[in-house]
C-alpha cells in the first residue's frame, strides 16, 4: 500500500483489488451528488480495467472507500496516454484534499508505467473542477466538446447539457511539479493578472442577487479572462434557467479564444468588492520553437 506523499497519513491510496471494493466504487459513482447514473463504470468494466492496462485507485479510509479515481489506456495515434473516467469523492470527504491526494498518486502510477501524458474532461462551469484541473494540478485545457454526452441529468431540475473542458496533463512538466508542491500565484498577483487582461464574458448582478452573464467578445490580441460561476449549485437552486445562459456563454468564449490560437494558462478565484469571482486566464499561444533554439526558461 501507498500514502500519498505530503498528506496526513489518515488514508490509503492503493489499487483496488476484489470483487466487493469494485461494486463499492460503481455504487460510489452511482451515489455521488449530481451524478448521472449512465456515467457510471460498472463494476466488473472497473474490473477489466484494472487487468488490462487502465487504473481504478481508491482512497481508503481504514477499509471504507472514500474516494475512487478510474483511468483506461488512451491512443491518438502519436502518443499513448492515461485518460480519467471518473474521480468521485464521498461528500463527507471532500474537505480533506481526498480528490487532490487521488490525483497525485494516479500521477505516480502513470509514470511508474512509464506513461507521461494524463488526460480528461470537465464541466467548465465547475469551479471546483477548474481549480483543482487547472490550478493546482496545472493540466492545461485544450478545446471545449460541446454537449458531450448530450443532456445529462440534475438533480431536482432539468437536464442540462454537458460542455466538457478537455485538459492534457503532462505528467513531468516542470510546472506541474511545482503547482503540485504548492507553489501557486499569490492573491496579488492573480488580482495584478486580472486587471491586465480583457474580459471574453461580461458580467453583472441580476435581480436574484446572483451574477449572471450578460454578453461574449472575441479576444483582440491581448491577454484575456473568462469568467464563470462562483457557485453554480446556486443559480442552479434560485434561478435554474441561467445555467443555461452561463453554459452558452462559456462555450461561445472558449470556442472563439481556441479559433483564434489562444491557451488557458491558469485558473484563480478572486475577491472583488467583497464578492467572490472565477476566471480562467488566457493568452496568445507562444510562438513555435524553432529547430534547434533553446527552450525558454520555465
Known sequence: MATAAGG???????????????????TLQR???????????PAPTLRTLQDNGGLVLGAFADIYLAGVAVAALGWDGTT???NVLATVVRPEYQNHRVGFRLGAFLRDEVLRLGLGEVRWAFDPVHRPSASLSVRRFGARPDALLANYYGRLAEPDGPRDESDRLHVRWTLADPAVERRLA??????????????????????????????LPTAV???????????????????RAHEPASVRRWRHASRDAFRAAFDL?????????????????????LGPAP???????????R
Open 80 to 82: 499513448l496516454y492515461q
Open 182 to 211: 504548492g507553489t501557486l500565484p499569490t492573491a496579488t498577483e492573480d488580482a495584478a493578472r486580472l486587471d491586465g487582461a480583457a474580459p471574453l464574458v461580461e458580467t453583472e448582478l441580476g435581480e436574484s442577487g446572483l451574477r
Open 8 to 26: 496526513p497519513r489518515d488514508f490509503t491510496f492503493r489499487p483496488l483489488r476484489t470483487p466487493e471494493e469494485f461494486r463499492h466504487a460503481e
Open 261 to 281: 490560437g489562444y491557451v488557458v494558462d491558469d485558473f484563480a478565484s478572486v475577491s472583488i468588492a467583497h464578492e467572490r469571482r472565477c476566471f480562467y486566464f
Open 217 to 235: 467578445a472575441e479576444p483582440d490580441g491581448r491577454r484575456a479572462h473568462l469568467e464563470v460561476p462562483f457557485d453554480l449549485a446556486s443559480i
Open 31 to 41: 451515489e455521488a451528488p449530481g451524478a448521472d447514473a449512465a456515467l457510471a463504470v
Open 287 to 297: 510562438p513555435p520553437a524553432e529547430a534547434g533554439a533553446p527552450a525558454a526558461a
